[in-house]
């Protein structure tokens, strides 16, 4: 009986240890379900802490190359300008070959040269070609209209405007005498009120009756630029 009784008391014993063996396996495996849901929930954060970064990284770069692209578009659209009017001096001067490289080059080095673009140099070319310059005689009074619109703060294609009229007006050779207009222009500007487009335009009017009268364009343009002081100018001082 004694027996027995030993028996069931370390049965009883066993099982109590099992018992409490199988609940700290329960806790741990409680504990550890925690700590991976903990983790999970954890990198899920850092992954979208990461997502964010990384959009904020790519919004970054989109405004960073913006400015690039945009330079870009503006400089294949400034070619395709460039070569649009190479066409019409092609079309309009009857260039090709040799001739049409030469007017290329030579926007391209006024381009390069100063703070006007090729196609404003290549503009001021077709201005003076369609008023019936030949390549040389165009390629060399498109700086002197270059210097003309510096002067006068006016873009080129209108400078080569007036020093393509004024030389017709006044009967001037434009190749040695396209100088002159620039001078007296200048001139008459820097004496009076008048700015070189005013006496542009009143020249407009008076020029060709002028020159056949026997008046110089220094003698005409200087007349204009007393009449700008006397509050006369523009057009209307050639009217006077």
Do not use: C, H, W
Request: no cysteine; aromatic share 4%; proline share 1%.
């Amino acid at each position: 009986m004694t027996l027995v009784s030993n028996l069931e008391v370390r049965v009883g014993i066993d099982i109590s240890d099992f018992t409490r063996g199988m609940s700290a396996v329960d806790n741990k495996i409680e504990s550890f379900g925690k700590s991976v849901g903990t983790g999970i929930m954890a990198l899920g954060s850092g992954i979208s802490t990461i997502g964010d970064k990384m959009s904020s990284l790519g919004a970054s770069i989109s405004s960073a190359t913006r400015p690039l692209t945009d330079l870009a578009n503006s400089g294949l659209e400034a070619a395709a300008g460039f070569q649009d009017i190479m066409v019409q001096l092609q079309t309009f001067g009857g260039l090709t070959g040799k001739s049409l490289e030469d007017v290329r080059q030579k926007a391209l080095q006024l381009g390069a040269d100063t703070k006007y673009s090729a196609s404003d140099a290549a503009n001021a070319m077709l201005e003076l070609v369609k008023a019936g310059y030949d390549t040389k005689t165009a390629m060399q009074d498109a700086g002197v209209a270059l210097n003309l619109a510096a002067v006068g703060g006016m873009d080129l294609e209108q400078a080569a405007g007036i020093v393509s009229s004024t030389i017709s007006q006044f009967n001037l050779d434009p190749i040695d005498e396209a100088n002159m207009v620039l001078d007296s222009l200048a001139a008459g500007a820097n004496a009076s009120r008048a700015d070189v487009s005013d006496l542009a335009d009143g020249l407009k009017n008076v020029g060709v009756v002028a020159s056949t009268m026997g008046f110089s364009l220094q003698d005409t343009t200087a007349a204009l630029a007393v009449m700008s002081n006397a509050g006369i100018e523009g057009a209307e001082a050639g009217t006077q």
